[in-house]
Structures are given as structure tokens and as C-alpha cells.
């Protein structure tokens, strides 16, 4: 039990770390465009999520996949401009539509960002031989951590829309612009070539 806590915490406390703060933008641009009558697909989009990141973490963790980390951590925020640029073009579109594509952006992507936590996953588990159980505990911590966060981007929108009296466009329109300059600097400063 004391081995679980410590891995779940250890994926709970890196995705909330502001200081890698790709995690959370990345989540904000997938679930901006949701509500809590979805939380059905917000359920999805979550759990695909950690599935996508959770198989390269998996394959990377047994030496399977093994990738330049300066590639990765270039992809990571280019993912979050492609979500936010497909979420500012789609914003009158129909939500529905919408809605399924951030869901396959969610597991694909997940991949990419499964690659970005190998370093720090590795590092935590050392050279312990069952990587299966702190693989599933960080996982899960990192399951918790995006439920929190996207409750809180689903919070934030209800009260922006009802209380401001927003429109669910403005709102999708404001947030991922805000996050797409986020992740042009991102990516600007994480260039590798």
C-alpha cells in the first residue's frame, strides 16, 4: 500500500506541477470544448488520454521504444497548437463532431506524451525489475490529476458561460488562442534541429 501511494502521488504531483505546465494546457485545449451534460465523452477523453500515454510509458519503461527525448519534448507542445488551432477553426462547427476528433486527439496524442514522461518515470523506478505495478500506480495518479483538472476547466466554463454570460464559442475561442501562444513558445524554445 505504502508503494502504491508513493507512485500514485508521483503521478499526481507531475501533471500538477506548474512548472510542467505542457500537461495541463494540453488538457485544457482537449476538454474546453466539453460540459459537464458530456461527461460521458470528458470520462473518455480522460481515460483514452492515459491510455495513449500510458502504452509508450509502458514500451519505454521495458526498453521497447526508445526515442529522442528532444524530439518528444518538441512534439509535446506542437500536439497542444494542433488541438488548439483544430478547436479555433471548428468553434461554430458542430460540438459533436468536434468533440469525437479531441477524443482521438486524446489517445494519439496520449502516445506522444506517454514518451515525454519515460526520463522521469525511469529515473523514479530505478532499476527495479516489476515496472507492471509502478507503472499502473503512476498511471493512476496521473488518471486522478487529469480528472482534477478537467473538472476544474469544466467549472471555470460553466461559470464563465452562465455567470458572464459567454457563448460556448467565445469561450473554446478565447481559451485555446490563449493556450496556442503558449505553446508557439514552447515550441519555439524547445526547437531541435
Known amino acids: 500500500m505504502e508503494d ?18 505542457d500537461h495541463i494546457l ?25 491510455i495513449g500515454h500510458s502504452v509508450t510509458l509502458a514500451l519505454s519503461a521495458y526498453g521497447v521504444l526508445n526515442m529522442k ?17 483544430v478547436n479555433v477553426f471548428s468553434a461554430k462547427d458542430s460540438l459533436s463532431i468536434k468533440s469525437n476528433t ?14 515525454g514522461f519515460s526520463n522521469y518515470f525511469r529515473m ?3 532499476q ?4 507492471l505495478f509502478p507503472l499502473v500506480e503512476f498511471a493512476l495518479g496521473i488518471e486522478g490529476a487529469q480528472i482534477i ?4 476547466i469544466l467549472i471555470i466554463g460553466t461559470i464563465i458561460q452562465y455567470f458572464f454570460n459567454a457563448s460556448k464559442r467565445d469561450w473554446i475561442l478565447v ?19
Not at 483538472?149 to 476544474?152: H, P, Q, T
Open 69 to 85: 527525448m528532444e524530439l518528444i519534448e518538441f512534439l509535446i507542445p506542437l500536439t497542444i497548437f494542433i488541438t488548439g488551432v
Open 4 to 21: 502504491f501511494l508513493l507512485y500514485f502521488k508521483m503521478g499526481l504531483n507531475h501533471v500538477l506541477d506548474f512548472s510542467a505546465y
Open 26 to 50: 494540453f488538457l485544457i485545449v482537449l476538454a474546453v470544448i466539453f460540459s459537464f451534460s458530456q461527461w460521458r465523452k470528458v470520462l473518455w477523453l480522460v481515460t483514452l488520454f492515459t
Open 124 to 126: 523514479m523506478i530505478g
Open 128 to 131: 527495479e525489475e516489476d515496472k
Open 149 to 152: 483538472i478537467v473538472l476544474g
Open 175 to 193: 481559451c485555446s488562442s490563449v493556450v496556442i501562444g503558449f505553446a508557439i513558445q514552447m515550441m519555439v524554445d524547445r526547437v531541435f534541429w
Open 102 to 115: 479531441n477524443l482521438i486527439f486524446a489517445l494519439f496524442f496520449g502516445l506522444i506524451h506517454g514518451l
